[in-house]
């Protein structure tokens, strides 16, 4: 299949590539075999859609976020993170022992993402295996891609939201499907035992598992860490420790206060940050310095952090992670230049779709994950295209996503019930 439109995507975080009514080649297998400007020969006889004057664009990877917080999203976001966590996060969690009640978030979950144009997601389930194994089938129907985490807890918890050893086994040992798969989950240090956090660092080499969770979020959360753990460093030796901290991919959220021997070990390790600055911001948690950690080579992608953050939108997270960057400018007096907006949106596509493999740039080899964007209510006729995708990324939303592809396969609507 051939597409027309103007493409716009970021193989390097430096610009934007333009190509105005250009042309990109998709196998049947849904892989990129070329991008043009002008059509070649050889494919003349190829069916070809054309989107006119609407912008192609990589579709969005959200690498941090929180499935059964949905509901609480735009809610009480009036404490800091631990108080957040015991007064409104646990008792929404622990509804999801009720399947019905998880079947009917989880559909709208899915739905947001779908209709977000967020094709691919790692995401935090809660505790209860039937609940986030129903998750991982909705996600699987709906053609979107994702790892999914069972939440490892047994530590400073309410009853009811802890799970055993043998739970994790049981989950972990299921291999997923071609495009929904197990990722290693423990919630944070503080709420997982060492017995705990040594058998999840052995699942994650037993079955080659990459590990997600929670880092140097909270200053409260860091001092927490060290009184558990006298003998680490670092809040990062704490999962290094155990074998969570890049023995196999690893994403590690929001980082606003990793500092010296951290960073060292987030380089060393290739261990992802994934930078949240809605909930960062929210929960008053702090802000990552991200044009410091992107200057030490430190991988770096985005999460909404659903529902510390109160938008499952990459748009918004975009625009905040852009906010962020210039207030570190002012406050590092010019020593941090803020990021452009092309490194905003390279975050959020092809640094994120790299966790997923070859994903979200429009370069051969990669898989075709894509949305069709209709600008033109943003008056788009008044604008290069340098402006259109500007614009977009600050006061566009989803009613402008016209198509969304995944794996070269466009996706229906997902249904509510």
Avoid at 106 to 117: C, N, P, S, T
Avoid at 331 to 345: I, Q
Wanted: net charge neutral.
């Amino acid at each position: 299949m051939i597409y027309k439109a103007h493409l716009i995507d970021t193989p390097t975080p430096d610009q934007f590539r333009i190509i105005p009514n250009g042309y990109i080649h998709v196998n049947d297998h849904g892989i990129i075999e070329g991008v043009y400007q002008t059509l070649p020969a050889s494919l003349t006889s190829e069916p070809i859609t054309d989107f006119g004057d609407q912008l192609l664009i990589p579709a969005f990877y959200d690498l941090h976020v929180h499935a059964p917080q949905y509901r609480n999203m735009g809610l009480a976001l009036d404490l800091p993170l631990l108080p957040w966590l015991q007064t409104y996060t646990f008792p929404e969690e622990s509804k999801f022992s009720d399947l019905h009640y998880a079947e009917r978030i989880y559909r709208r979950f899915v739905h947001e993402l779908w209709m977000q144009g967020t094709m691919r997601a790692s995401i935090f389930g809660t505790v209860h295996i039937p609940a986030t194994q129903l998750l991982m089938k909705l996600l699987d129907e709906a053609g979107l891609g994702a790892y999914v985490g069972l939440v490892g807890m047994n530590r400073d918890c309410p009853e009811g939201l802890t799970n055993t050893l043998e739970d994790l086994e049981e989950f972990y040992k299921q291999p997923g499907t071609e495009r929904v798969k197990p990722i290693i989950t423990p919630r944070f240090i503080p709420s997982c035992t060492r017995e705990m956090l040594q058998r999840l660092g052995e699942l994650a080499k037993k079955y080659n598992l990459p590990v997600q969770s929670h880092l140097s979020e909270n200053r409260n959360e860091i001092r927490l860490v060290h009184k558990l753990m006298p003998e680490v460093l670092t809040y990062g030796d704490g999962y290094l420790k155990y074998g969570l901290w890049g023995q196999t991919p690893t994403l590690m959220a929001h980082c606003c206060h990793s500092r010296g021997r951290e960073l060292r070990l987030l380089k060393k390790y290739d261990v992802i940050v994934v930078h949240c600055p809605t909930s960062n911001c929210n929960l008053g948690s702090g802000a990552a310095p991200i044009r410091r950690f992107l200057k030490k080579g430190i991988r770096v992608t985005l999460g909404t952090d659903v529902s510390g953050g109160h938008n499952a939108s990459m748009l918004r997270v975009m625009q905040y992670t852009l906010q962020t960057s210039k207030l570190y400018q002012t406050f590092s007096l010019l020593k941090e230049p803020a990021l452009k907006v092309s490194e905003a949106f390279y975050l959020a596509t092809k640094s994120g779709g790299s966790f997923f493999g070859k994903c979200g740039s429009f370069e051969q080899g990669y898989e075709f994950d894509a949305l069709v964007v209709n600008d033109a209510y943003l008056n788009a006729e008044k604008y290069t295209l340098p402006q259109r995708i500007e614009r977009y990324i600050f006061i566009g939303d989803d009613r402008d996503i016209k198509h969304r592809f995944c794996a070269g396969k466009e996706l229906a609507e997902p249904s509510l019930t």
